[in-house]
């Protein structure tokens, strides 16, 4: 059987990118293809208990590396029971935030180092890595407010990252975008800006290809 294909969607939070995953997926189904959509954290079971750990707003005094390690034991999870199963099965896999966002938040923005992050990814994922990862690229500003918008509607307790510094959430987006200059083959990137309906169009045109 034809392996599946593993699309991650990546950006700062606010972006819109679990807005555009879902849009894809609802596409890409119309169009006969058998699709997976997972999360990280979360995903599975277990995953889920791992989020509400590292996203609780309570939790504030957790240290760069406990922060490290529980993204990574969500993602084996994720990978063992959800990612490789379905790709194995031919399906095309969606998956909202991969080891991206950990070279991001956790080795640029937590100061932790893209090796760091490298040598776990290698351990938790095994040598998985997407086949195209769209990033959904958005002003600090506008991100910002679109978060806080959020929680404050959902009254979610999943602050514990919204609430880190505008400076730290800058670092991460600059980040963002230097691996996309530098694995322009892999990423696909969007301007969050614009509509809804805008973005989910030029997505299908950059992908409709390839999918």
Known sequence: ??????????????????????????????????????????????????????????????????????????????????????????????????????????????GLGAELVVQLDQIACDGLRPDITVLIDIDLQTSLARAQQRNATLQSTETRIDDESAAFHGAVRDAYRALAAGEPERFVVLDGAMKIGNVARHLWEALRERV
């Open 1 to 110: 059987m034809k392996r599946g294909l593993f699309i991650t969607f990546e950006g700062i939070d606010g972006c819109g990118k679990t807005t555009q995953l879902r849009l894809l997926g609802q596409r890409l189904r119309s169009i006969g293809r058998d699709v997976e959509e997972t999360v990280e954290p979360g995903g599975t079971a277990i995953g889920r208990l791992i989020r509400k750990i590292l996203l609780d707003g309570a939790n504030s005094q957790m240290d760069a590396r406990a922060e490290l390690l529980l993204y990574f034991a969500s993602r084996a999870q994720n990978v063992a029971e959800v990612i490789r199963p379905a790709m194995d099965a031919g399906r095309v896999v969606l998956c909202d935030r991969f080891t991206d966002s950990t070279l991001v938040y956790q080795g640029c923005g937590r």
